[in-house]
């Protein structure tokens, strides 16, 4: 004989469920036509007054009453208690470390100079270095100011224009995550559950 108030799975169709076991669909009961299934659940599941209902399992997963350490978490779960999702959403603090692809643009520096002879003796904002001469009456004569060799001086950082390396990152995910589904594969039975002993 099963204890009233306890639950199974049925395999059929809700309209051949077996007498004294009815569906866990949250169906109001009246106490004092199921008096032994009222005092074993009382108004656990709903319900006030002389009405209660039975649980309603339909598309949820019964989980057992307690307190455990899952995962490195405490869990604490009470009776009748709703919990869980059938869907998620990742977030920041879910994820592990890690990293993204950075395209890292190179500064563009460039040192020019004109190969024409120089006209001005003093720098001026706007003027080219020029190639170097020597105004002797109306003629004008080259003088050195060019070689091969590495340069070794180096200049005050305002006398050459650089420009700043420009870094993005890849884009990685989306603006609006669509959360994805929880739900282990199923098959879909009935929960019952045993409401009287009248046989």
């Known amino acids: 004989m099963e204890a009233i108030g306890s639950i199974k ?15 866990c669909d949250g169906t109001i009961l009246i106490g004092t036509e199921y008096p032994e299934l009222f005092a074993a659940i009382g108004y656990t599941y709903g319900g006030s007054g002389g009405t209660f209902a039975v649980p309603n399992l339909q598309c949820l997963v019964p989980v057992g009453v307690g307190s455990d350490i899952i995962n490195g978490a405490s869990v604490n779960v009470n009776l009748a208690e709703l919990g869980g999702s059938n869907k998620a959403a990742v977030q920041m603090q879910n994820m592990p470390a890690h990293t993204h692809v950075a395209n890292v643009a190179q500064p563009n520096t460039t040192l020019s100079v004109s190969s024409s002879v120089a006209t001005q003796s003093a720098p001026t904002s706007g003027a080219s270095i020029a190639a170097p ?6 003629s004008t004569t080259d003088t050195l100011g060019f070689n091969s060799s590495a340069p070794q001086t180096v200049l005050n950082a305002s006398s050459v224009q650089v420009t700043p390396p420009s870094v993005t990152n890849e884009t990685a995910g989306s603006n609006f995550p669509s959360p994805f589904d929880t739900v282990p594969q199923y098959v879909a039975m009935h929960y019952i559950i045993c409401d009287s002993h009248n046989w």
Request: charged letters at 15%.
């Open 9 to 23: 799975i049925f395999a059929g169709k809700s309209l051949n469920v077996p007498a004294n076991w009815r569906l």
């Open 133 to 138: 001469v020597s105004i002797i009456g109306r």
